[in-house]
């Protein structure tokens, strides 16, 4: 049966929260996967990040699909996401849930994230005449598979992150290295300061690299199902290469494969087995020297567009 009541909201109610949270946690049990991303998670948490918009649907009452629209992308449009209850599948919630998405995009445009190589997500976009546009690969690599010595260039040192005192300066680098790219490149203090307050935020596996006393590249690390009462229900902890960033002043002096080592050798010591990290396909360089590194492809994430054909006939 189709679901027949969708509900918008600029904020979620703090049951409603939880009834989402509850619903990414069935479809993550089911799939292998979550079918939302971090940064959809994150404000998820606090009720929403206007101007985006969560669409909730709903049958006899339970929730049983969810969808989050974030418009704030001038250039690219709109980007959405969503889960559908594994008990409520190929019953026509989800081409719902994006049939009321698009309804609210004016031109038409739209992307649409699939989490996994099994996500419902890609077979309805493709159903839905969405075209594959990008590809996140998740790689993986054994800690117990041997780890060089990292080699520092000249005049370099590491240290870790300091709370409330290094936000700027990060920020600043974090931009500079990122600033092609579509996720991560426009940050503010503020995208940092929220993740310091997530349970996994460990300034201890933050790594910065200085050189004559100037912030020049950093390693971020991440744990992954260190609390068994966390979302990841006690399966085994993995590390993760959050975020390698070099500032273009210091890049080609092998300073990332560097700060790449130094993260994962403090995963190793943590007593972790596995390490995994994301890495755009349009970026060779970074996947072979992440493959030169021992990782491996794991699974992937795609983003499929709506024709401008399409787009402009809804327009």
């Not at 939302?36 to 049958?59: I, K, N, Q, T, W």
């Not at 698009?102 to 038409?108: F, I, K």
């Not at 240290?159 to 920020?171: L, N």
């Not at 995963?267 to 890495?279: E, F, P, Q, T």
């Amino acid at each position: 049966m189709t679901a027949r009541t969708i509900e918008r909201r600029t904020r979620l109610a703090a049951a409603e929260i939880a009834a989402v949270r509850r619903l990414v946690d069935d479809v993550t049990e089911a799939d292998g996967v979550r079918p939302l991303s971090e940064h959809v998670m994150l404000h998820l948490r606090y009720g929403g990040d206007a101007p985006a918009r969560s669409f909730l649907a709903h049958r006899d009452g339970e929730l049983v699909g969810y969808a989050h629209l974030d418009v704030t992308d001038a250039v690219e449009g709109p980007s959405a996401e969503l889960a559908v209850a594994p008990t409520a599948r190929r019953a026509g919630v989800g081409r719902t849930l994006v049939e009321a998405i698009l309804a609210e995009v004016p031109d038409g445009r739209m992307r649409l994230w699939a989490h996994g190589r099994q996500s419902g997500a890609g077979a309805l976009a493709r159903g839905l005449g969405f075209e594959r546009e990008r590809v996140l690969w998740q790689l993986r690599r054994s800690l117990y598979a041997p780890l060089p010595d990292p080699q520092l260039p000249p005049q370099v040192s590491v240290r870790t992150f300091v709370v409330d005192r290094d936000e700027a300066a990060w920020t600043r680098v974090n931009n500079r290295a990122f600033a092609a790219h579509p996720d991560q490149g426009d940050w503010g203090p503020e995208q940092i300061r929220m993740r310091e307050q997530e349970p996994w935020f460990d300034p201890a596996g933050f790594f910065l690299a200085e050189r004559a006393g100037e912030l020049v590249g950093f390693h971020w690390t991440k744990v992954h199902g260190a609390d068994p009462g966390g979302p990841d229900h006690g399966h085994e902890a993995i590390g993760e290469v959050y975020v390698v960033g070099v500032d273009p002043a210091a890049q080609g002096i092998g300073l990332g494969r560097a700060l790449t080592l130094v993260g994962l050798r403090h995963l190793r010591a943590r007593g972790l087995s596995s390490a995994m990290l994301y890495v755009d396909d349009s970026n060779p360089g970074a996947v072979r020297m992440y493959e030169r590194l021992g990782f491996t492809r794991w699974d992937v994430d795609v983003c499929y567009r709506r024709p401008e054909s399409r787009a402009g006939a809804a327009a």
